[in-house]
């Protein structure tokens, strides 16, 4: 069976403080999807890292892909707000099933 | 383009009843997956049907069904309701099978006294 770990499982810092959300596998995924969800509301994507070692940036959003694929990383540089919500991310298992991390509960306070 | 679509957004039932839960995809979008999260949790997967096939299905006792339509419509079914199935219910739907990018629909909230 096919796990992710996602750690914190919750979070509350500062509004301006930086934060890294990880997710540990001991298994490789084709790619490594992050959403986010917002109390009420279905889970959106963030972003998609498909190749090792890949980095992508959303703003102040830092996506990091393991160089063997099984791990991957989030960082928000000078948190606000408005990026209060549960990050969750999700692994493209080679059965074409997304394995999900139980996801990080991330609260800025202001 | 629309989005997901789920009905109904809230549902409230007693332990013992069944529920149908529907779900409307994106328009060209083949899969369908659906997921059960409770408070503190993150998605647990309950079943993913592709062009009206079940394809990947999660651990779930058998009281949880599904079915997909010509049109990918989706339905699921819980049968003798129990306390503990009370949770949100999200639909998501897809362009191909389930490790393509997902697209949520807002979800049913169940309730089960």
């Known amino acids: 069976t096919q796990l992710l770990e996602q750690s914190p499982q919750f979070l509350s810092i500062q509004e301006g403080e930086n934060l890294t959300v990880y997710c540990n596998s001991s298994s490789v995924f084709s790619s490594l999807q992050w959403y986010r969800q917002e109390p009420g509301e279905g889970p959106v994507l963030l972003v998609t890292v498909v190749t090792g070692g890949e980095v992508k940036k959303l703003k102040r959003l830092t996506f990091q892909f393991g160089d063997a694929r099984k791990d991957s990383s989030l960082h928000i540089t000078a948190a606000q707000p408005g990026d209060t919500g549960l990050y969750l991310c999700a692994g493209a298992a080679s059965n074409y099933q997304l394995i999900w991390g139980a996801g990080t509960k991330l609260i800025i306070k202001p | 383009k629309a989005g997901v679509t789920q009905t109904p957004r809230y549902l409230i039932k007693t332990r013992g009843q069944q529920v149908t839960l529907s779900c409307s995809p994106i328009s060209g979008h083949r899969s369908v997956s659906w997921y059960q999260q409770t408070p503190g949790q993150g998605l647990q997967f309950l079943f993913e049907y592709f062009s009206e096939t079940q394809r990947n299905k999660g651990n779930f006792p058998g009281r949880f069904s599904g079915r997909q339509f010509s049109n990918s419509r989706s339905e699921m079914n819980v049968s003798t309701l129990e306390l503990g199935d009370s949770a949100l219910y999200l639909c998501?739907?897809?362009?191909?099978?389930?490790?393509?990018?997902?697209?949520f629909g807002p979800g049913t909230r169940l309730t089960v006294l």
């Open positions: 998501a739907s897809s362009r191909s099978l389930a490790g393509d990018t997902q697209y």
